[in-house]
């Protein structure tokens, strides 16, 4: 990798790790394009009852182990989960939910992993934390996709039983840029192996892992292709040392790691895949991965909705129910109706991932993006409802002698999930550009300017032929018709809603191509907005299907009121879209970059600066 590569080889090394192909269809991607392919997603699959009934039967025990032999503010005083506790998460097989049952795992679909989290998650998140960062994105789900039948046989049963796995990406100068990775694996003279070198930052369970998958450079080289590649790496090789457990605002129980790995060897049937596939394997990895930190946000959004119940009905204020009173009622709705939007994109999305029928890497992403956001302002309400009790730490409330309700843990739990797996800023542009794939296809020498004059004279041909068929089909559909969807009762009128929207969308992004062509890649407050809107899209879409499915006047009210909402977010980012301040907020930030306002600093004191002196 380069050591301090341009924009365009940064640009080029994650271009070349997408994947670029679509084999199968996709709701997400055709919602982008004005298709709404509503029968992409309904009606939903059916739940196996053998997998329902292996999954239910999971949950009670995890349940009963939870209440029965975990401390949650035992975790949080001491910041570390128990050794006994990670023991009992073993000794019930919840390392292995997602790993099949003939290497020794559980083999739980992902709906029921989902569950699994969501309560895992409620009793306290470092729990949930560690068993997602140990199947989600640990050495399971690469082995899973990637690895070679020895490889599955040598470690599936292990990992599903006794041995805990992390993934080393990151490092200290590399966040969501992998050109400038600096770890090696410099493969050994007599071909048997590889030497890896370098430091890896935040691998979650790093500083408890037996083993780990490590993304590493191999340099190019006669009989070495090169590029980032997978290694397992178990963590009692010579020269792994967990430098520093790291600390942070929230998930205070989670064994996170700052690893360094000086010469370690791994052996040539350790790589995963093949050399320069790394990014790949990372990638393809997350698209049902990122379905893990979905669950969790959906689990504290049904908790919060328990909490504000009680606590709306308990507290009275003013001769009533604080709940009864509008500002808190509005509150409590939004929260209510935000856990089953949350819930039911979800759901929709991870029947999919278990019947295989779809691809759902832009509909995996729009999960994680829109239930770490959502998650985090259904936090913030919950805090404000419950008020001065919502800011007490858990441990102060039960000193008091009431009930310990950690609002405020959650709270600091909840914020990460906004950063990692892809901080909200990345996941806007990974979909953004998923979701103008086609015309990359069609017009992308002429938008990039790549290429000579005949060549972009015989691409302008082929996307003329291409627009001329598409955008007529923009102009009309199913949501101007009053009788579309009628099978969904008095949902249809949000699904005719998202039918045109998903059209309007479509078109808003042909105009911004338009205008600004390659540049538009910049215009990252705008493509923001488009992926938040297609993501709402998505909500709205899920909430109707799910209503449906579980058939109820109860979920179709939920499901109203959250379409409602919704739909209010819809329009005010279309109205965003053209009507905006960006330019003059970049041109502000380049200023302040400058130094041009450090005046406005005046009359602080940096206690980080003083230590950093002394």
Known sequence: M???PTYEQSKQVAEASREAEWRLPSFGKELFLGDFRLDLIH????????????????????????????????????????????????????????????YGGLGLSQVYYNKALALAGTWHSSISTLLSAHQSIGLPEPLRHFGSEAQKREWLPKLASDHVSAFLLTEPDVGSDPARMSCTAVPTEDGTGY?????????????????????????????????????????????????????????????????????????????????GEGLKIALTTLNTGRLALPAICVGVGKWATKVVREWGNERVQWGQPVGKHDAVAQKIAFIA??????????????????????????????????????????????????????????????????????VEQVMRDMRINRIFEGSTEIMHLLIAREAVDQHLEVAGEILEGDGDLRQKAGVAVQAAKFYARWLPQLAVGEGQKPGAFDEFGE?????????????????????????????????QAFLGRIVDIGAELFAISSACVYARTLGTQEASELADVFCQQSRRRVDDLFGALWANDDDANHALALRVLDGAHTWIEDGIADPAEARARD
């Open 2 to 4: 380069a050591s301090n």
């Open 43 to 102: 009606p939903q699959p059916k739940l196996d009852p053998e997998s329902v009934e292996r999954g239910e039967a999971f949950l009670r025990r995890l349940r009963a182990f939870l209440t029965e032999r975990v401390d949650p503010l035992q975790i949080e005083a001491e910041a570390r989960i128990p050794d006994d506790v990670i023991q009992g998460l073993k000794d019930l097989g919840a390392l292995g939910m997602k790993i099949p049952a003939e």
């Open 195 to 275: 030497r890896i070198n370098g430091v890896k930052l935040w691998a979650t369970n790093g500083a408890i892992a037996d083993v780990v998958v490590v993304m590493a450079v191999v340099p190019k080289s006669e009989g070495h292709r090169g590029g980032i590649t997978a290694f397992i790496c178990p963590c009692d090789r010579e020269g792994v040392t967990i430098e520093h457990r790291n600390a942070f605002m929230g998930l205070r129980g989670i064994e996170n790691s700052a690893t360094v790995l000086e010469d370690v060897f791994v052996p040539e049937e350790n790589l995963i895949g093949r050399e």
């Open 337 to 406: 109706a935000s856990a089953f939007g949350l819930e039911a994109m979800l759901d929709v999305a991870s029947r999919l991932a278990d019947e295989k029928r779809a691809d759902i890497r832009i509909e995996a992403a729009i999960a994680k993006l829109y239930a770490s956001e959502m998650g985090w302002k259904i936090t913030d309400e919950l805090v404000q409802v419950r008020g001065g009790r919502g800011y007490e730490t858990a441990d102060s409330l039960e000193a008091r002698g009431e009930r310990g309700v950690p």
């Open 491 to 523: 949902l249809a009128t949000h699904l005719r809603f998202a039918e045109r929207s998903s059209r309007k969308l479509a078109r808003s992004t042909f105009y911004a191509m338009s205008r600004w062509q390659a540049k538009l890649e910049k215009r």
